[in-house]
């Protein structure tokens, strides 16, 4: 499952960087998480690692894109062979 920014997001960074697929981008005014770079970290760490660093925890699982362990794994091949 693709996670999602919520509205209490504030901006501030911290999550940005940790995205190791790059799913991360500014809005406005808000972050918002590129539902079809999401991996959820699958493949890189044991959690979402955006989620570990949000101070204000407005990154949750995104109900319109539920995927498994198996389709994010997938999803992460389909990046890497594009790069």
Do not use: H
């Not at 981008?25 to 918002?32: A, C, Q, R, S």
């Not at 949750?60 to 997938?74: C, S």
Request: with cysteine; charged share 30%.
């Amino acid at each position: 499952m693709a996670l999602m920014i919520t509205d209490e997001c504030i901006a501030c960074d911290a999550c940005l960087d940790e995205c190791p697929t790059a799913a991360i981008e500014e809005g406005d005014p808000i972050y918002i998480i590129d539902p079809d770079r999401c991996v959820e970290c699958v493949g890189f760490y044991d959690e979402p690692s955006c989620v570990s660093v949000c101070p204000v925890d407005c990154i949750i699982p995104d109900p319109d894109n539920v995927e498994n362990p198996e389709e994010l794994k997938y999803k992460l091949q389909q990046i890497q062979d594009e790069e």
